[in-house]
């Protein structure tokens, strides 16, 4: 076994003496380099919003329409006067639907979490994208 291994080592040497190393041309770095700046310039990408302007506004709109038809078609005889605070008024106008308050907490607590998140990502976004 151990002559075995002499044997192929002596040959590993002798192909090795007979091949030399090669070298790259002169300007093998700055080609390269040029080839990875542009790579790299192709991979910026411009910033798009994934929900549009118009978007916004349309989800706005409809919001605002829901909350219109709600107090205009709700079926309660409750005057929404100036007199009575708002508090009322949101009331009298949704009366008739009931959440559980594990939905109340989460309906008023997830927009403002989803808010921040956007922030910090935003901020992460734009220092790690820095150009």
Not at 14 to 21: D, P, Q, R
Not at 49 to 62: A, N, R
Not at 95 to 117: C, E, R, T
């Amino acid at each position: 076994m151990k002559e075995e291994d002499k044997n192929i080592e002596k040959l590993i040497d002798k192909m090795m003496a007979e091949n030399t190393l090669e070298s790259p041309s002169f300007d093998f770095t700055s080609k390269i380099m040029t080839q990875v700046l542009v790579a790299e310039q192709s991979k910026i990408k411009t910033y798009k919003p994934l929900i549009s302007k118009s978007i916004w506004i349309i989800i706005g709109l409809g919001l605002i329409g829901l909350a219109v038809y709600a107090s205009l078609f709700s079926g309660n005889e409750y005057n929404l006067g100036i007199d009575k605070s708002y508090t009322e008024k949101f009331s009298a106008v949704f009366s008739g639907i009931h959440f559980s308050k594990n939905i109340l907490y989460a309906i008023l607590i997830v927009p403002f979490m989803i808010l921040i998140q956007i922030g910090l990502l935003k901020n992460y976004f734009d220092k790690k994208y820095q150009l």
